[in-house]
């Protein structure tokens, strides 16, 4: 049943706004190369997901803040953390005025990921992820390699 919420309604409906990281690994070997029914099966190769820190209501208004993400010494991204929709309620929005998984819509205190600030990042050895915000440390992940030698992918 569709409804007729304002992203305004939902957004004085959020209880928090927190940064996290998905981690995307196939169980196939082609990955993301797999057929898309395959990989969709997959569950589209989620792996789990690190609620990171609580930020700022701010975060979801214009211009975010600078993102750098690296893996030791090296930089794998940086640049403004940006939603690629240009605004992170935007998925939110639409999945509230229009649940189709047949979930019963959004409950009072679900964790909801609306999608990437910078990309799907591929460290390529088991490895340290740091991440900052405008220049302070906000979040480290420990990724290490799976059996087969292949390191996941965070998206963050």
Known sequence: MRKNYSRAEIEAAVGGIYLGVEIIDSRLIEGSNSPFELFLADSLANAGYVLGPQVPREFLMGDGPA?????????????????????????????????????????????????????????????????????VHVMQLDMTANPEGESEKASG
């Open 67 to 135: 993102l750098t993400v690296s893996a030791g010494a090296q930089l794998l991204y940086r640049g403004q953390a940006n939603h690629p929709s240009g605004d992170p309620l935007t998925p939110l929005v639409a999945y509230a005025n229009d649940p189709s998984d047949q979930l019963g819509g959004l409950r009072s205190g679900q964790i909801v990921t609306t999608g990437s600030l910078c990309g799907v990042i591929s460290p390529q050895a088991s490895t340290q992820i740091d991440i900052t915000l405008n220049g």
